[in-house]
Nanobody
Framework: QVQLVESGGGLVQPGGSLRLSCAAS????????MGWYRQAPGKERELVAR???????NLADSVKGRFTAARDNAKNTVYLDMNSLQPEDTAVYYC?????????????????WGQGTQVTVSS
């Protein structure tokens, strides 16, 4: 089983910054991509940032220039640095990981989600 534990959410004023962290633990062979999604009330979950094991990063257009994703492979941890936060960034942020699980001696790709962390941007 694989667990993703997120931290770093909270309440921040417009223009402020937050850093989210997500650490993966459990039994797995390797972690391919890790990423962040968010879901605002009444809206569908959307991709915010995705970073591969080689640190290739994709960011949603809405956060480019404001958010940065980083990864520490030794710690199985992904970070999301959020700057110039705006009220429209308010959402529950979820960590996601594509993990290789050894099954009958073969790696099988599995996807896991964290429990989510609330980010609220308000004055």
């Amino acid at each position: 089983q694989v667990q993703l534990v997120e931290s770093g959410g909270g309440l921040v004023q417009p223009g402020g910054s937050l850093r989210l962290s997500c650490a993966a633990s459990g039994r797995f062979a390797s972690i391919d991509a890790m990423g962040w999604y968010r879901q605002a009330p009444g809206k569908e979950r959307e991709l915010v940032a995705r970073i591969t094991s080689e640190r290739t990063t994709n960011l949603a257009d809405s956060v480019k220039g404001r958010f940065t994703a980083a990864r520490d492979n030794a710690k199985n941890t992904v970070y999301l640095d959020m700057n110039s936060l705006q009220p429209e960034d308010t959402a529950v942020y979820y960590c996601n990981a594509k993990v290789a699980i050894m099954t009958f001696s073969r790696p099988v790709a599995m996807y896991y989600w964290g429990q989510g962390t609330q980010v609220t941007v308000s004055s």
